[in-house]
């Protein structure tokens, strides 16, 4: 979609943001208490962007790990990144916090404390002035599929300030980002700039310490500004067709097979273009590493 050809009564915001996410985790609730298997984020993608993270993790030394560090998962959803905290990061404490209510109940219900790891959801909005989550500071602050959901400025900038005040002087913020050069809208996403984004988060007290690219076909590539029947279309087209083959298969081995292909064009094309190109030009999502100034 261009910029001309969207609706302005239909660019949601946080309001909208909220409502929408209230009604998709109640459903969520719903199926998992019904015994559905739980619904997460790309199983291909997690392939991919795990490793990697993993990895930047330890290129920083952020102190988390096997029973190390407190961590918090900002807009935890349904919780695909609170599970890949408990199980490959395995930090002392895990904060989920969600502008939601429907988010911190399904989590409740399928996340508990172990010996190892102490784990808590609360239903807490990022950007309020008053944000309190106990004093503590973080040394992992996960914020993922998130910042772009808040299209108010205002709202944006103190979401930053409330992730500032609750960093530690050698923790990180791991965010999500898209990083085109011109600022793009869809009705659910305000994606801003590159440029917007550096200048906000630095005014905000943090640095960039690092951006590692993470996802080819298995996400949106809004990383690649321009029209939607430009680069994009053939992008989106690849995804469709991997979409359409997803749908059309019933037996578990055939889909993974798909999972595992999908996993491998992403790490094919990532590492033809890492070889080449900065990981800010790479055309989708980009994990990004915020540290205190
Ligand atoms: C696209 S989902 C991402 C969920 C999860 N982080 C993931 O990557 O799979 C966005 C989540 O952020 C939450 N959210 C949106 N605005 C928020 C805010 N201001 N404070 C806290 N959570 C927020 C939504 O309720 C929703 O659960």
Redesign the pocket.
């Known amino acids: 979609m261009d910029w001309a050809d969207i609706d302005v009564m239909a660019l949601m915001t ?1 309001p909208d ?2 409502e929408h ?2 009604k998709a ?1 109640a459903e969520e609730r719903t199926r998992s208490d019904a015994g559905a298997p739980s619904v ?2 790309s199983g291909a993608e997690d392939r991919v962007v795990q490793p990697i993270y993993l990895q930047l993790l330890r290129d920083l030394r952020i102190p988390v790990g096997e029973g190390v560090g407190d961590t918090l ?6 919780g ?2 609170v599970r890949f905290l408990q199980e490959q990061v395995k930090p002392r404490t895990i904060v989920g ?4 209510e429907q ?1 911190a109940d399904l989590l409740r219900s399928r996340h508990a404390s172990t010996e190892t790891t102490a784990i808590d959801f609360r239903a ?4 309020d002035p008053g944000l309190e989550l106990g004093g503590t500071q973080f040394d992992l602050i996960n ?4 910042l772009f ?2 299209p108010e400025h205002d ?1 944006f900038v103190q ?1 930053l300030t409330n992730l500032r005040r609750h960093i530690a002087p050698s923790g990180c913020v791991m965010t ?1 980002e898209y990083l085109p050069r011109t600022e793009m809208r869809t009705p659910w996403m305000l994606v801003r700039s590159r440029y917007t984004f550096e200048k906000l988060i630095t005014q905000a007290g943090f640095r960039i310490a690092a951006i590692r690219a993470f996802t080819i076909f298995n996400n949106d590539p809004m990383g690649i500004d321009g029209p939607d029947d430009g680069a994009r279309l053939l992008f989106n087209t690849v995804r469709q067709q991997f979409s359409t083959i997803e749908a059309s298969l019933t037996d578990a081995q055939s889909l993974a097979f798909l999972t595992e292909l999908r996993a491998n064009v992403d790490r094919a094309v990532l590492a033809f273009c890492n070889e080449r190109l900065a990981d800010i030009d790479l055309p989708s999502q980009k994990l990004v590493a915020l540290v205190p100034a």
Do not use: E, K
């Open positions: 946080q943001i909220r996410y209230a985790w997460h984020g998962d900002v807009g935890c959803g349904a695909r990144w916090i969600d502008i939601t988010s807490a909005d990022i950007t914020i993922a599929n998130v959901h808040i709202l979401a999500t």
